[in-house]
């Protein structure tokens, strides 16, 4: 992530792990900076730190190769656009061990039961606190998405399951095991008329598709707040996790608010504003894969297209920072309630223009703006349906 200004723009996508150089070896459980293997120490093989094949190697306990010819260019086009460069080694290595010494999570049924009801939403905000790359505005964003699911939707807050690094309940932590655990509780059961929301503000990155189901040939990923030592949680799994069991009559909504998030869910169709088209998504891969409901409907907006990155910024006033998506959108629903699919992300794209624009007429925006906010919000499906006479409802 880079800082663009003291009180600039963040985005919202980071190296993988392979950017610190930081390996936990699973024989010794050693963590250290210099290039450790993930292998146990009797073999000779190496995997690689992004993609995680295994390859033959000579190096033995303690070593293996950075990544392998496919994900050597990700690495590196990481490095040029987020300008990290290598995390202080040291620094990384007690926030691993931190996590580490961790006491072991509670099980699910340490979380409040609620009773049965048709709207439920997961609302999670991952600050990375801990980390270089931490984001700032989280926090503000996940407040705006409740107030605006309790207020404008009337979603009731015990039916309303919030995830930062804030909060008190262990099993709430947004790591990738809560982050799955919730996702599951999210559809547990689901029934004709339920409607779900599942909302994301934090980093997201993209990985290479070795199951030939991307059409550009990455899986895009989320980055929960333990992604250094528990990997990143990508399309595939949260595609089986809370699309596969939406059985018909029910509705789930996906809000993203980070980098590369364009088709997070895996879902068929993906529409094109420019044109005022669908265009189809499904999997170019010869097995079949599924990517379908069980008769339900899946619906997601996220913050940029796969190959962009989404952005935090103060400009917006108010305290602190914020998601450019999630304030625009949650500005958007509040301003016009009876709005369309189409209208309102039609709406989100002017809106970030005139940030564009407006930033080349004010020296104060010029400050923190030095570069043009350069995200296209995207709206995915998994069925078609017409934008401009739907409205938009959770």
């Not at 993930?38 to 390859?55: A, D, G, H, I, R």
């Not at 939707?153 to 809560?178: D, G, M, S, W």
């Not at 998506?325 to 970030?352: A, M």
Request: charged share 25%; proline share 4%; glycine share 6%.
């Amino acid at each position: 992530m880079e800082d663009t200004s003291k009180r600039g723009r963040y985005k919202k996508s980071v190296l993988s792990s392979t950017t610190s150089s930081m390996h936990g070896c699973y024989t010794c459980k050693k963590i250290c900076g210099s290039h450790h293997s993930l292998l146990p120490s009797k073999t000779n093989s190496c995997c690689c730190c992004v993609c995680l094949n295994v390859s033959n190697s000579t190096l033995g306990h303690g070593r293996s190769k950075e990544a392998c010819g496919i994900c050597r260019p990700v690495r590196k086009i990481g490095a040029k656009l987020f300008k990290l460069g290598h995390v202080d080694s040291s620094n990384i290595k007690d926030n691993l061990l931190s996590w580490s010494l961790d006491p072991p999570m509670p099980s699910s049924s340490a979380l409040p039961r609620t009773r049965r009801h048709n709207k439920r939403a997961v609302l999670c905000g991952v600050s990375y606190r801990r980390w270089k790359f931490r984001l700032k505005g989280t926090i503000n964003d996940i407040s705006n998405m409740r107030e605006l699911l309790i207020k404008n939707f009337k979603f009731p807050n015990e039916c309303i399951r919030v995830l930062t690094e804030q909060e008190q309940n262990a099993n709430l932590i947004p790591t990738k095991h809560n982050i799955l655990e919730s996702l599951r509780w999210l559809v547990k059961d689901c029934q004709a008329g339920d409607s779900l929301v599942f909302y994301f503000t934090g980093h997201g990155l993209q990985q290479p598709d070795f199951k030939e189901d991307e059409i550009d040939g990455f899986d895009e990923t989320l980055c929960p707040v333990d992604f250094m030592k528990e990997g990143m949680i990508i399309d595939n799994d949260i595609n089986s996790t809370i699309v596969w069991p939406l059985k018909k009559g029910v509705t789930l909504h996906a809000i993203v608010d980070a980098c590369h998030s364009g088709t997070i869910l895996d879902l068929l169709y993906v529409y094109r504003h420019e044109s005022g088209m669908w265009e189809d998504n499904k999997p170019p891969s010869k097995e079949p894969i599924r990517k379908h409901t069980s008769g339900g409907l899946a619906i997601s907006l996220s913050a940029c297209e796969d190959s962009q990155t989404a952005a935090d910024s103060a400009v917006f006033g108010g305290k602190g920072m914020n998601g450019v998506l999630t304030y625009l959108f949650t500005k958007t629903v509040r301003e016009y309630p009876e709005i369309t699919y189409g209208r309102l992300l039609e709406k989100l794209h002017d809106d970030i223009k005139k940030l564009n624009r407006s930033r080349c007429n004010n020296r104060i925006l010029q400050h923190i703006f030095n570069r043009k906010i350069a995200q296209e919000p995207l709206l995915s499906s998994s069925e078609k349906f017409d934008v401009s006479t739907t409205k938009f409802i959770l």
